[in-house]
């Protein structure tokens, strides 16, 4: 700087702004490094999975013209001139996959792991219990001690029934001591199973009509006429709903899915799609966005039209249909991931039910309940050192005590579904106790010292005032720990999950093979057609889970945080 | 509370709804406690499960024996001791500068558009499942490390740290940063108004106040790295061996297998002797024990030397 006038106390160095500048720009390459690596190593990955290069230069071409370059003149308009839209058209496009992919999941539950029928009679079951328990509630609200039997023989009566015949000794001893003078002699079976005894069945679709999508359609309906404090919008979801699923009778056959194939569709795809689609058009806020999905399909159509009009042929990928619906094999070509697959859901379902629950009553524990002082307080603050340092615990360690308690003191089928779940549950759950945590303190004081102020329970505000601010943040946080188990594969090998299985689990003590442990067995092979075809296809298969996983959370995240 | 008064009755079932507090609340405690029975649980299980194997082996051979092979019934640490020290310092010398100038820049010089990109792009990172890392090791980073024209063996340290680096990257970056977000602008300010220029604020003002931080994001990493598993199963190698001081070089080249890597190997092995099988605890066990002790240390580095600022 000039210093020409007065005097300069300083030394005479000069003021560079050259070793600033070096050091920005090295830190920003620091900060893209392993952001660059992974990127070009995806794309070496996606190169052996999709093998572009093995297709004709007209397939690229076309399929140029009709998608690539009218998506991407879409996207720099979003970009430059209506940013809403974009928002817009990036969730319009990714709604529809979260909702095939939910809807993938279902159908593998239903024809994997439990008929319909079987569904219908849990469900009825289970809401039979919910209103026995209710009703009792209404009818005798002054019998703490009646309710509490109540809900513990409700769900007994409809949902489990007593245990085999030979150990009614158990009951028949109980009933002695007590002298009630019952006896039992013959195994008495529950609600749930006398219904899949029936000899008449209502058909399929109506039993997912009653028990999947009219629960589903009222939530949908409940959300909206809550939104936008109309019960009459609210009713004309449910209906509509309702509506479209049972044309699935009609359509289902017609479009090669099956009627109970558009019932799922409808539910997890149409409903959401459709109730953001109506809202955005309502709302008149970046209704360009929609162009983008719509582009993309008619795009695909045009495509896929004009390349079998002009004889292209198209990349020979190892990630194709075949691929994701067959099961392992000795011969490259004929692999696939399917059965893994069914494993990892199946291993969600154990880890949502268990982990889930279990992650979020502590978190509300460590929040609501906690005091800070006197010995609970001297325990509660070992319990949360204790869950900072079990986050830190090597997978592989998870894996061990997976190995013993489940397998060898419970004696649970080695490399079954269940031991997986709860070895990579137990795994996830410090992550799932610290983001619900966050989401739950993220709550202003002043909601619950309002509902205090009402004369409500602390639980009661927990329930009513609480859970529902914190629900978006304790959604995410799950989100992406479920992400973190889907991938988590040194636990899976050490409670021995199947290297690879032929035929899907069809129940939870079944032995599975999981997507990366199905990876890593591919990873092992030498051939070529397995290390560069096979392997990559199954890796970009889990990395799209995954990345429509976070892109799921993320977006909560973002809808949330703004209106907060 | 009564409720025979004439008014409207606000509070239904006055004796049941203590009760029902009482359970809501006891059963909450229970899911908390969860989380001790776990740690409980692993201790035991460790514990219980290596006792036969150091009583059978014991501790002095375990801890100096510098062989490790089941077969011939060596159960020397110090050959997998050697290949997650390996592991660990060269995807540290990876990591650890590259997470703290990526934290530097995220802080200190990156606008809120290029911070919007960047961050969540660190995030996915570490999100990527580690079986992939491991492959992008073995199938794409050491035949890329041959063709440059290294004497990588297939099953190698180098493309295996290097991915443990890029790994663990976002962890120490992100640590890093909340640090340095803690840091107080009043302390850059007054390091402007002092004629400094943004770099010198930044490495003579910014970093040392977040040292603590900094620090303690190094060890997390580092205790990520020892216990990371598939990457180096996948890439390291199955064979166990001794540091190589006279041909220092050939410690990258070859492949090593670290603790965690013998552990899924005994694990899966088709007929492996009781007390190989039970080594296997006893090296979970001192992975425990080294990643437990790693991990408080860096909370009490972090707790005790934070700087605390109004």
């Known amino acids: ?564 | 509370m009564s409720t025979e008064t004439s008014g409207p009755e606000i509070t239904s079932r006055p004796s049941g709804r203590a009760a029902r507090e009482r359970m809501y609340r006891y059963i909450l405690l229970l899911c908390a406690a969860l989380s001790i029975l776990v740690t409980v649980s692993i201790v035991v299980l460790l514990v219980w499960n290596s006792i036969s194997f150091f009583t059978s082996v014991g501790l002095v051979d375990y801890l100096f024996n510098p062989e490790f092979l089941i077969s011939r019934g060596e159960f020397g640490l110090l050959p997998l001791l050697s290949g997650t020290l390996i592991i660990t310092v060269v995807s540290a010398v990876i990591a650890l500068p590259t997470g703290v100038a990526a934290a530097i820049y995220l802080s200190e010089y990156a606008s809120e558009r290029m911070r919007s990109i960047l961050k969540p792009g660190l995030e996915i990172l570490a999100g990527i499942p580690t079986v992939v890392y491991g492959i992008f090791a073995l199938v794409y980073v050491t035949p890329l490390l041959q063709a440059v024209g290294l004497p990588v063996n297939t099953f190698n340290t180098l493309s295996a740290s290097i991915m443990v680096g890029i790994m663990i990257i976002p962890m120490v970056s992100s640590l890093s940063e909340d640090a340095m977000s803690a840091v107080p602008d009043s302390l850059r300010q007054a390091g402007y108004g002092m004629g400094a220029t943004k770099f010198e604020v930044t490495t003579g003002v910014v970093v040392p106040a977040a040292a603590s931080g900094i620090f303690s994001s190094f060890i997390l990493a580092l205790s990520r790295a020892i216990g990371e598993t598939m990457i180096v199963v996948i890439a390291a190698g199955s064979r166990a061996r001794l540091l190589n001081f006279a041909e220092p070089l050939q410690n990258f080249w070859q492949g090593y297998q670290p603790m965690t890597a013998a552990m899924v190997q005994i694990n899966g092995a088709e007929s492996v002797s009781q007390i190989g099988f039970s080594s296997m605890y006893a090296i979970g066990l001192t992975l425990f024990v080294v990643t437990f002790l790693l991990n408080l240390a860096s909370n009490r580095i972090a707790a005790r030397y934070r700087e605390e600022y109004e």
């Open chain 1, 1 to 564: 700087m000039a210093t020409e006038q007065g005097n300069w106390y300083g030394d005479d160095s000069k003021v560079e702004n050259l070793r600033g500048r070096a050091f920005e720009a090295t830190c920003l390459a620091a900060t893209a490094f392993g952001l660059v690596s992974v990127l070009i190593l995806l794309l070496y990955v996606a190169r052996d999975a999709f093998r572009p290069f093995s297709a004709d230069v007209g397939w690229h071409v076309t399929y140029a013209v009709t998608l690539l370059v009218p998506l991407a003149a879409l996207v720099v308009y979003y970009y430059r001139s209506d940013e809403p839209a974009g928002e817009v058209a990036y969730v319009t496009s990714g709604l529809p996959i979260v909702g095939l992919l939910l809807t993938g999941g279902f159908v593998v539950v239903f024809t994997e792991l439990l008929t319909v029928l079987e569904w219908f009679a849990l469900v009825v079951s289970a809401a039979v219990a919910l209103g026995l328990i209710v009703a009792h509630g209404r009818l005798r609200p002054k019998a703490p001690l009646e309710r509490l039997l109540v809900a513990l023989a409700a769900p007994v009566v409809t949902l489990l029934g007593t245990p085999p015949a030979q150990f009614n000794w158990l009951f028949n001893d109980l009933t002695g001591v007590l002298g009630l003078g019952v006896e039992l002699n013959h195994q008495v079976i529950s609600l749930r199973q006398a219904i899949t005894m029936l000899p008449f069945a209502p058909t399929d679709w109506v039993m997912l009509l009653l028990t999947l999508v009219l629960p589903l359609a009222a939530a949908g309906g409940w959300f909206v006429g809550k939104r936008r404090e109309s019960r009459r919008d609210g009713i004309a979801v449910v209906a509509l709903t309702t509506v479209v699923a049972a044309f699935g009778l009609v359509a289902g056959p017609l479009l090669g899915v099956g009627v109970e194939g558009w019932v799922l569709l409808a539910t997890f795809t149409g409903l959401p799609v459709g109730i953001y689609v109506e809202g955005v058009v309502r709302r008149d806020e970046g209704r360009a966005g929609l162009a983008f999905p719509a582009v993309a399909v008619l795009g695909v159509l045009a495509g896929s039209v004009a390349v079998d009009a002009l004889g292209f042929s198209g990349p020979d990928a190892w990630l194709d249909w075949g691929f994701l619906v067959s099961a392992a094999s000795r011969t490259p070509a004929d692999a696939g991931i399917y059965p893994a697959m069914v494993g990892s859901v199946m291993m969600i379902i154990v880890i949502v039910l268990t982990t889930f629950p279990a992650g979020v009553g502590a978190a509300i524990y460590l929040e609501e309940y906690a005091p800070s002082k006197g010995p609970m307080g001297k325990l509660v603050t070992l319990i949360e050192i204790n869950i900072g340092n079990l986050a830190g615990v090597p997978s592989v360690v998870y894996g061990l005590l997976g190995l013993g308690l489940f397998i060898r003191i419970m004696a649970w089928p080695q490399g079954s579904v269940i031991v997986a779940g709860l070895a990579v549950g137990l795994l996830i759950l410090p992550i799932v106790i610290i983001s619900a945590q966050e989401a739950i303190r993220s709550v202003p004081d002043s909601f619950r010292q309002a509902s205090y102020g009402m004369g409500a329970t602390r639980w009661q505000t927990i329930r009513q005032v609480v859970l529902p601010e914190a629900l978006p943040g304790i959604l995410t946080g799950t989100i992406l720990a479920l992400g973190r188990a889907i991938g988590e594969t040194a636990p899976l090998l050490m409670i021995g999950a199947a290297a690879s299985v032929r035929l899907a689990p069809n129940s939870f003590f079944d032995v599975a093979s999981m997507m990366p442990r199905q990876i890593f067995t591919w990873s092992s092979e030498l051939e070529p057609a397995f290390r560069h075809g096979v392997l990559a296809a199954g890796v970009i298969t889990l990395l799209a889970v995954l990345l429509v996983m976070n892109g799921t959370a993320i977006v909560i995240r973002n809808r949330y945080q703004r209106q907060g």
